[in-house]
């Protein structure tokens, strides 16, 4: 099967975003491109993914072209390859509707960086899209633009998209976005949410992806 690794991981990751409590049912688009062939695998629309196997995740070129598919592709497959396109160092997406971080792009305001662990893994406030359905002509390419060079953006009154080099750190972008947007209610329950400077976010997002923990030169995201 062409590219079974790659569809294996779509998949797998698709049914993971329940457990983390940021989809239920058929909820949630996941996308990854790979590397060397640039072809992209992408959860269909509007199936439970508990019923899908590896075969089921869409295969198109950069360019949307079906290449190994037997349903049709998510429905903003030009949003998820826009990105591919716009940012060499992306090759995954994940889009939520996770309840905190929706609750925040509710308000229509950037999230800002609150925290260290959000700050490891977000190198700039998470700007935020007016509301766009996915027939509006600015869906394609509005978050993408305001995403820049970012890791997530937050589509006003629908939910939010992670981005990473690979599904692992778009997942855990989701999640830690999720729990940002959790620690933000909860600060504001007790007081008045500290915003971390713009070069505190740079240097502790810099050191976490080339310093850290295992990752000492070998991460190229920055
Ligand atoms: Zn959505």
Not at 16 to 45: F, H, I, K, Q
Not at 110 to 135: G, K
Request: with cysteine; net charge negative.
């Amino acid at each position: 099967m062409l590219l079974y690794e790659l569809r294996k991981k779509v998949l797998d990751t698709a049914l993971s975003l329940p457990s983390y409590g940021l989809v239920w049912l058929a909820g949630g688009t996941v996308s990854a491109r790979d590397p060397e062939t640039n072809l992209v695998c992408t959860t269909p629309s509007g199936l439970d993914y508990r019923t899908l196997s590896a075969e089921d995740i869409c295969v198109t070129d950069i360019d949307e072209k079906i290449v190994d598919s037997k349903y049709r592709p998510s429905v903003a497959l030009t949003l998820w390859t826009n990105f591919f396109r716009k940012r060499p160092d992306v090759n995954a997406v994940v889009h939520t509707h996770s309840h905190a971080a929706t609750a925040f792009a509710v308000t229509g305001q950037e999230m800002p960086i609150i925290t260290e662990t959000q700050a490891n893994w977000f190198n700039r406030p998470i700007p935020i899209t007016p509301y766009l359905s996915v027939e509006d002509p600015r869906f394609d390419m509005l978050p993408v633009e305001l995403t820049a060079d970012g890791f997530a953006v937050m589509l006003g009154q629908h939910g939010v998209i992670t981005l990473g080099s690979n599904l692992d750190h778009a997942l855990e972008r989701a999640v830690t976005l999720e729990e940002a947007a959790k620690t933000y209610a909860y600060a504001k329950i007790f007081g008045t949410p500290r915003t971390l400077p713009p070069e505190v976010v740079r240097r502790s997002f810099d050191y976490y992806h080339n310093r850290y923990g295992q990752n000492a030169d070998t991460e190229g995201e920055k």
